[in-house]
């Protein structure tokens, strides 16, 4: 297990080197140039000198493979470079902002499960009732909202009912925890709203079908309680494929926020990463984008090993 | 000495102090079962799956219901337990005493408390019915804690003795284990230990060895006999398998469209069946215990629809001894004493002497001798080999599944290839085909290399070799019509000129197979088990074939729907001068249809003879122990014979063991046999066995035999 495990780990490195290779060289495809837009965007006049100052400057004037070879030994010993635009380095523009957006995942994904669960099972148990429809129209609502909107709704309803606004100042989780969460639980709540339809209807589809697998029937037959039929027989079984669309879903929420972040001022890495692309802030969308993929590699790596510990069957060796 | 000592425990275990109840009327019946009714509710109506059978059981006793699928057998089971699925399962009528309490009427919490404590039930597959993502040890602990409210160490001891009460060695490492690192057969003693593990009064077992090996299934119904009569238990089995009931039930019921037809104990119903049902299906399975006959008798046609039966005699349609009469009902009537009833109007004539005439055509089966015909297919030291990989940095694991297998095949000749599961049949069979590859080894087919074969010469053999699968639910496209499916290969082959030549040629192909032209329209899943096997046939034959690799193609049929289909294939075969390799493991098939029989274990051919010295005079212990284990449906034969159970488990292919590789299980291995490899030696007149102790062993029964 503890050697699979290294395995895995090592096997990120090439994983995230082709995600390098594909992400480097499709951006210097695409047309727009950074110096001419920082430079120029204002309609200002410059000279072709500065701009060719300033392509010196960033290194945009060596050859294609210098600067992907100069950029890939800094992202091995994790010098992910300094952004473009800002001349900040990019791990400090990403680091605070990724706080937050962990921050929203971890809630949103938890609130979206202390959802799911019970309405799937809910779902499951009572299929084709009233109760079930009911259920299945809360969630189609919640695939078909988008959550920018449902965030917007959210903000409305408290100032209409409430007269109250969630605070839209940025402060830290150290500082002020219950400030914080006043603060990002409306936009977890939005998302998570989603999250929960998703696994929900997933929950209540693997659910459905495991409750008429042969092993339930003979735990019936042995007399067990139900409620030990349905948490310990049928649950177990049923958490599997909801677990994978929990590992997917948690791992879009990072970075893939954007409007939302908006809608609740909230400075995350959507936000960080609209502004790079807009800006052509070459190094932070790399930087971005490897973040991203190194996020989507860590949780499906969790999704596995807790795929491992719920069923027998799957053993790394 | 062990055994004592198991009882001894399960008695002294914590009884309910309710029993000392039941115990004052022993002579009452366990349980009664009257006139009980099961409705399913479906889209397209309401199905009557049983339609009021009645019966009584007491302690210790065997009941066997028999009947094929869909007659309502299991649905009566399930509707004991309670165990119906709702909502479509709407609440049984009749009555169900068990105890004299009723279970109908019982609320679900005390209906709970019965379940698994004093009623138990064992069910068909045994991998399905556990639960892959909890251990055995809490799946063997859960009904003792909850009915008996043992604590952990309690419980934990009880799983232990129950382990070993059930033949499963190593106990205190398996309770650790999941189901999926169990074999078939443990995991039914598993199911048996769990359903033994409060000590109930009555086990309900649904179709409990259908799912095993020949071997095996001996071992675990010897089990549950033994376990009945030791511990008082009353047993219900239910199954299809005649053999079973023969060996093992003290009564049987007889169900037949949601029916019962007959009952009656059980030497009395092999004895002197009366309902012209009963007699059809004894005579429609092939027998070990009598010489082979011609022809096998067959039912004609297929069971009722139950959303709409007939209003007469549900059997009326089926039945060679159909009067006018019988389009009202008969009662279940008893005919020669009390124990013994049936339902029909003509059962009084039928014991009197009346026999149903028989369906087959007289022409009895003339037995072209092949011996002289050319070798068609010879297939010589051919192995085959699958490496896999478990994931990607796994060590690959190597199961060598065919390892030197010879034989040949003559045209218009049936070899039957014989063995349990793992034992490398089908893979003889896909790769001689060239579906899988082999990884060494020689097969001719007439002129040509089939190894070898490529572009136009694989495609000549491909249009002379065809196959037969064993499941025709999954072998055919479930999207594509009948017509489709038997039209694709002249589509492929060009075989058909025109259109309307491929249509011709496929209902002609419908006709030759015993089906009605229309049915080209259809899909499979319109069509019952047989009528899609009889596409496949089709299917197969559409390329004028002159060899079939039938690979098990009737071991999902019913046993009056595995008649008609055997029948046919002689028929082809005598006609068209077919030859077949006939895969399966039911020895007494393999008899009826086979001129010669090959017998296989581990990917090893162990014996191989004509049929008569084979099933007559069996050489290798491996083919002696198959025969000894698979039921006769003759209750006095099966009474007579002492049971000859073959222990232990088949190995796993990919550690077969070393020397022979049947010398694991084998009852008169010797430390010699873990050793050496034996070779096919020829024991007179091409009868081939590979067994190093055989000189001796063939002496010995040669001494014993009487004179």
């Not at chain 1, 409750?211 to 309680?225: M, P, Q, S, V």
């Not at chain 2, 049936?342 to 009895?364: D, F, M, N, Q, V």
């Not at chain 2, 063995?419 to 089908?426: A, I, L």
Request: glycine share 8%; charged share 20%.
């Amino acid at each position: 297990m503890i050697g699979y495990l290294i395995k895995r780990i090592l096997l990120i490195i090439p994983t995230l080197l082709a995600v390098g290779v594909v992400t480097f060289f499709l951006l210097r495809v695409v047309p727009g140039d950074i110096v001419e837009l920082k430079l120029r965007g204002d309609g200002a006049a410059v000279t072709q000198l500065a701009i060719e100052r300033e392509r010196a400057r960033l290194g945009l004037d060596k050859p294609l493979i210098n600067q992907f070879g100069d950029w890939i030994t800094g992202v091995a010993v994790f010098n992910f470079g300094t952004s473009m635009w800002t001349g900040r380095p990019v791990t400090d523009e990403i680091a605070g902002r990724l706080v937050l957006s962990l921050q929203i995942a971890f809630l949103a994904t938890l609130i979206g499960l202390l959802i799911a669960v019970p309405l799937g099972t809910i779902s499951a148990l009572f299929a084709n009732s009233w109760i079930d429809y009911s259920i299945r129209v809360v969630t189609l609502a919640g695939l078909s909202m988008p959550s920018f909107w449902l965030g917007m709704l959210i903000i409305i309803a408290l100032l209409h009912v409430f007269d109250w606004i969630p605070p839209m100042t940025p402060t830290s989780l150290w500082r002020d925890p219950l400030g914080q969460l006043a603060q990002l639980f409306w936009p977890a709540l939005a998302v998570g709203y989603r999250f929960s339809a998703i696994v929900a209807r997933m929950m209540r589809s693997s659910l459905v079908e495991v409750l008429h697998e042969d092993y339930i029937r003979t735990a019936r037959a042995k007399g067990l309680f139900e409620r030990t039929v349905i948490i310990r027989h049928a649950l177990r079984n049923a958490l599997l494929p909801a677990i994978t669309v929990s590992g997917l879903e948690f791992a879009f929420l990072i970075g893939g926020l954007v409007v939302t972040e908006q809608v609740f001022n909230l400075n995350g890495i959507g936000r960080l990463f609209v502004q790079a692309i807009i800006n052509h802030d070459y190094i932070m969308i790399q930087a971005l984008i490897m973040l991203t993929a190194f996020v989507f590699v860590v949780t499906n790596l969790v999704v596995d090993l807790v795929y491992a510990f719920l069923d027998p069957r799957i053993r790394y060796v | 000495m062990r055994a004592i000592q198991d009882t001894a425990i399960l008695v002294d275990s914590p009884v309910p102090p309710r029993d000392a109840i039941a115990r004052l009327d022993a002579a009452e019946p366990l349980l009664v079962v009257d006139d009980l009714h099961v409705t399913f509710t479906t889209p397209r109506g309401i199905v009557r799956a049983v339609d009021g059978i009645s019966y009584r059981l007491h302690r210790g006793e065997i009941m066997a219901i028999v009947g094929e699928s869909g007659c309502g057998k299991s649905a009566a089971a399930l509707a004991i337990m309670r165990l119906l699925a709702r909502p479509a399962g709407k609440t049984p009528k009749g009555r169900i005493l068990f105890q004299g309490q009723d279970l109908l009427k019982l609320p679900e919490s005390k209906m709970r408390e019965i379940r698994g404590r004093d009623i138990a039930m064992i069910f068909q597959e045994p991998m399905s019915s556990l639960n892959p993502v909890l251990s055995v040890g809490l799946q063997i602990m859960e009904p003792l804690r909850t009915h008996l409210g043992m604590d952990k160490e309690t419980a934990h001891a009880r799983a232990l003795e129950l382990l070993q009460l059930v033949g499963i060695t190593d106990a205190e490492r398996r309770l650790d284990q999941y189901p999926h690192q169990l074999s078939g057969g443990m995991r039914q003693r598993l199911m048996i230990a769990m359903g033994l593990a409060c000590n109930p009064k009555l086990i309900i077992a649904d179709e409990p060895t259908t799912a095993l090996d020949v071997t095996i299934q001996a071992q675990i119904l010897e089990l549950m006999r033994d376990l009945s009569r030791r511990l008082d238990i009353a047993l219900v089995i239910i199954t299809h398998n005649l053999g079973i009931v023969a060996r093992y039930a003290d009564h049987v019921g007889v169900m037949y469209a949601g029916q019962m037809v007959e009952q009656a104990t059980a030497e009395e119903l092999f004895a002197r069946p009366r309902h012209p049902y009963t007699i059809g299906l004894l005579k429609s399975v092939p027998r070990l215990d009598r010489p082979r006959g011609g022809r096998l008798e067959t039912i004609e046609g297929l069971p009722p629809d139950l959303l709409r039966p007939p209003a007469g005699c549900r059997f009326a349609a089926r039945c060679t001894l159909r009067l006018p009469l019988c389009d009202t009902a008969p009662n279940l009537v008893p005919i020669d004493g009390a124990e013994h009833l049936a339902r029909c109007h003509r059962a009084g004539e039928i014991a009197a002497g009346l026999t149903p005439p028989s369906r087959t055509s007289p022409a009895p089966r003339t037995i072209v001798a092949p011996g002289q015909a050319d070798v068609l297919l010879r297939v010589d030291d051919l192995h085959t080999t699958f490496v896999s990989r478990p994931g990607i940095f796994a060590e690959p694991m190597v199961v060598r599944a065919v390892s030197g297998v010879s034989f040949s095949v003559r045209r218009g000749e049936t070899l039957g290839l014989v063995g349990e599961s793992g034992c490398g049949k089908t893979t003889v069979g896909r790769t001689i085909l060239r579906l899988t590859p082999a990884t060494s080894g020689n097969v001719q087919f007439g002129d040509t290399d089939v190894l070898g074969a490529e572009g136009a010469s694989l495609t000549a053999i491909r249009r002379q070799m065809q196959v037969i699968f064993q499941d025709p639910v999954s072998s055919l496209n479930p999207r594509m019509t009948v017509g489709q499916i038997i039209g694709e290969p002249l589509k492929v082959y060009r075989l058909a000129r025109s259109r309307s030549a491929a249509q011709d040629r496929v209902s002609e192909l419908l006709s030759r197979v015993g089906l009605h032209g229309y049915m080209a329209e259809r899909y499979p899943h319109q069509l019952s088990g047989g009528q899609r096997q009889r596409v496949g046939i089709a299917r197969a034959l559409a390329m004028e074939p002159s060899f079939i690799v039938c690979d098990e193609p009737v071991s999902a049929l019913d046993v009056s729907i595995q008649a008609q289909v055997i029948t046919l294939l002689e028929e082809l075969q005598r006609e068209l001068g077919l030859a077949y390799l006939f895969i399966a493991h039911d020895l007494a098939v393999v008899r009826h249809i086979s001129h010669r029989v090959a017998v296989m274990y581990l990917g090893h051919v162990v014996e191989m003879a004509d049929r008569n010295a084979l099933y007559e005079t069996p050489l290798h212990p491996y083919t002696k122990a198959l025969l000894a284990a698979a039921p006769v449906p003759d209750p006095a034969v099966e009474r007579m014979r002492g049971t000859v159970v073959l222990g232990g488990e088949i190995p796993s292919p990919s550690r077969p063991p070393s020397g022979c590789v049947f010398h694991t299980r084998c009852p008169i291995a010797t430390a010699e046999c873990r050793d050496v490899v034996p070779s096919l030696e020829d024991y007179g007149s091409g009868h081939l066995a590979a067994c190093i102790k055989l000189p001796e062993s063939l002496a010995k029964s040669h001494e014993s035999r009487p004179a």
